[in-house]
């Protein structure tokens, strides 16, 4: 199947109206500050004009080309350096993630974020990637006008983990692509130990260097932090780390 970049947009994201482009550069600045400040790829989707508005320049995520061509080929970069299965499974998530949204009460939507992972290719090289968007900007009726994309490595081994986040919410839900539809799933509960041991991971601590700080054995220490992979289904600690950070449980 040959896949075009209209096979992007459909009736659930048309913007309604033309938005007013006077406060484009603001949330081009925003997003400029925000790439700034952190080692993830950001830019922004506009969904009226069906481009870029924004990529920020962070050559791991831009199969070696500027920020200029990537805004200039827009959702063609996805068709040209994603695997042909992927680009079918982008589709699948973006219709999927349109409608969850558009059932969302307007006032609302701002909370939202959905995160998935798929392949970039650039030559013979092949790079996992995790990619969270959220609306920027909305039209009156609610209908997403900019979204904000965040790219950052992922932590897992395959394409997938399609997951819905809203901000006030603990628990999350989950796309199941075999079944083509959400499922709402609760979030892991960490107790203070598992916190403690994480926060302490992220500021560099060794495990030794833990036990001592939080007044445990280092047998328990060990313990609890396999109890905390298995607890996120995660294989070590930097998986732990990047699960924590990414459900907000800490």
């Given amino acids: 199947m040959n896949n075009k970049v209209d096979d992007f947009f459909f009736a ?5 109206g033309e938005p007013d482009y006077g406060l484009a550069d603001t949330f081009v600045r925003t997003a400029e500050a ?3 400040a952190t080692y993830q790829s950001v830019y922004i989707i506009d969904y009226f004009r069906k481009n870029f508005l924004y990529v920020s320049p962070n050559s791991l995520f831009l199969c070696g080309m500027s920020p200029e061509a990537v805004k200039e080929l827009g959702y063609q970069f996805y068709l040209d350096h994603v695997p042909t299965d992927e680009v079918g499974m ?12 558009n059932r969302i009460p307007p006032a609302e939507r701002k909370k939202y974020t959905i995160s998935y992972d798929f392949h970039i290719v650039n030559g013979h090289e092949k790079l996992l990637i995790n990619h969270k968007l959220t609306g920027l900007a909305y039209q009156p009726d609610g209908s997403v006008w900019l979204g904000l994309s965040v790219v950052s490595l992922s932590t897992h081994s395959n394409a997938g983990q399609i997951t ?43 495990i030794n260097a833990i036990a001592e700080k939080i007044h445990l054995a280092v047998d328990s220490v060990k313990s ?3 109890r905390l992979f298995e607890k996120l289904e995660v294989n070590n ?6 699960y924590a950070t990414n459900y907000k449980l800490l």
Avoid at 167 to 187: C, P, T
Avoid at 237 to 242: F, K, Q, V
């Fill in 237 to 242: 600690i930097s998986e732990a780390i990047s």
């Fill in 164 to 206: 819905m986040h809203c901000r006030d919410r603990a628990g999350y839900w989950e796309y199941d692509l075999s079944l083509h539809r959400w499922e709402e799933q609760a979030a892991p509960v960490l107790n203070e130990t598992e916190k403690a041991i994480l926060t302490l991971s992220i500021q560099g601590l060794t």
């Fill in 12 to 16: 659930g994201n048309a913007v309604s």
């Fill in 90 to 101: 982008l589709l699948e998530i973006n219709q999927a993630g349109f409608s969850f949204i």
């Fill in 224 to 226: 609890a932090r396999r």
């Fill in 34 to 36: 925000f790439a700034n």
